[in-house]
């Protein structure tokens, strides 16, 4: 259970970005544990405090078969408790997420009917938009 309630939250905007970093976390966390057969699903379950707000939050998850071939991990959650920001869930979990998790390689994020699937991309300029430059010293730099 995370306890998204936090005093020094103040505004309702904070709270939703604070929400999001958590879930991009556990999804980013919770890959690293896929392999070639299996997958994850993954439930957020929200508790609602009388002004609507999300207070509490419950992640469930357990190992499942892909449905697709690369699929990395399914992530379900009900999509219109998130109203307090302009852009679309989403949106903000694949900004949080793409296009590299450490130990699992490139991936891509892709919105499905019930929250987004995460998917292994064997090329970085794929679907996702984002360019890699090498520059001296080989350093990667990765932009859009």
């Known amino acids: 259970?995370?306890?998204v309630s936090?005093?020094?939250i103040s505004s309702r905007q904070d709270r939703m970005n604070s929400i999001i970093a958590q879930m991009a976390a556990a999804i980013?966390?919770?890959?690293n544990s896929t392999t070639k057969d299996t997958?994850?699903?993954?439930?957020?379950?929200y508790f609602i405090d009388e002004?609507?707000?999300i207070e509490k939050m419950d992640i469930s998850a357990s190992p499942?078969?892909?449905?697709?071939?690369?699929?990395i991990l399914q992530a379900a959650f009900d999509k219109d408790k998130f109203s307090a920001s302009d852009i679309p869930i989403c949106d903000l979990i694949r900004m949080e997420i793409e296009p590299f998790i450490i130990g699992v390689g490139w991936i891509t994020v892709e919105e499905t009917p019930n929250g987004i699937?995460?998917?292994?991309?064997?090329?970085?300029?794929s679907?996702?938009?984002w360019k890699i430059r090498m520059t001296g010293n080989e350093r990667i730099q990765i932009y859009r």
Do not use: V
């Open 6 to 8: 936090s005093s020094y």
């Open 127 to 129: 679907a996702s938009g």
């Open 51 to 53: 002004n609507g707000d």
């Open 1 to 3: 259970m995370i306890d």
């Open 39 to 45: 997958a994850i699903s993954l439930d957020f379950h």
């Open 28 to 31: 980013r966390t919770l890959s």
């Open 117 to 125: 699937r995460l998917m292994r991309t064997p090329q970085p300029l």
């Open 64 to 71: 499942c078969r892909p449905s697709i071939y690369k699929e």
